[in-house]
């Protein structure tokens, strides 16, 4: 049981070129998200899914794009990467809307 | 405009001490509040929870106190251990998501043996 897994890891990235991250959960979760950590910020909400299908804004949704296409997959798309957007990604995922979300072990993106 | 703060952001305490990391929270809306801990290199994970229908909530060494008049909660941890050196981050969310978090800057508690 692998919990939420996310890749790549770590990846760096020339200004404007175009990337996508990945999170895998084995849960059977219907609740996914993806935040990212900034230094002296915590955790910000960028986007999340309520089902397979859905997805919605978060607090800081500009510059990605989400696909939730399985269940068990939600993805976060950088079309045109800035050096704004150097971060800590994390994805989580909950059972329902009343369980506490589990999270992955982070990817670090880096835009020079 | 940040709804939830942590305005510690490092803590040092002695080992078999109590460690205290407070949040305060601006919108009097949130209904349930979190605590997750994070070590390097890894993601957050679930401590401790409270709904805004209680005062306390405990679970084994730790505490989590709200004070809804103060929009104030506290995180006890007693007797701290090494292994509890840790960042803390506080989180504030709405029922019905409770995956939908609105953090805190996080506080970094550092437990000296």
């Known amino acids: 049981n692998a919990g939420v897994t996310q890749t790549p890891k770590f990846r760096v990235l020339k200004t404007g070129q175009s990337m996508t991250l990945l999170c895998a959960q084995d849960m059977n979760h219907e609740y996914m998200y993806w935040y990212r950590q900034d230094p002296g910020m915590g955790l910000r909400l960028i986007h999340y899914s309520v089902g397979e299908g859905t997805t919605a804004k978060g607090e800081v949704p500009d510059g990605y794009n989400v696909s939730r296409l399985k269940k068990q997959n939600f993805l976060l798309g950088l079309e045109s990467a800035a050096p704004s957007q150097t971060s800590v990604y994390f994805c989580a995922s909950s059972y329902d809307a009343n369980t506490e979300g589990i999270f992955g072990e982070g990817s670090r993106l880096t835009v020079l | 405009d940040q709804q939830v703060k942590q305005n510690s952001p490092s803590l040092s305490v002695q080992e078999g001490r109590i460690s205290i990391l407070n949040c305060d929270y601006t919108?009097?809306?949130?209904?349930?509040f979190l605590w997750y801990k994070k070590y390097p290199a890894e993601g957050p994970t679930f401590l401790i929870s409270?709904?805004?229908?209680?005062d306390k909530n405990e679970d084994g060494r730790f505490t989590v106190f709200l004070n809804k008049s103060a929009k104030h909660l506290s995180l006890h941890i007693v007797p701290s251990q090494p292994g509890d050196s840790a960042v803390y981050f506080c989180?504030?969310?709405?029922?019905?998501?409770?995956?939908?978090?609105?953090f805190g800057q996080g506080t970094t508690l550092q437990v000296k043996p």
């Open positions: 919108n009097s809306m949130f209904d349930y």
């Open positions: 989180a504030a969310s709405f029922s019905g998501n409770t995956g939908k978090l609105i």
């Open positions: 409270i709904s805004s229908i209680k």
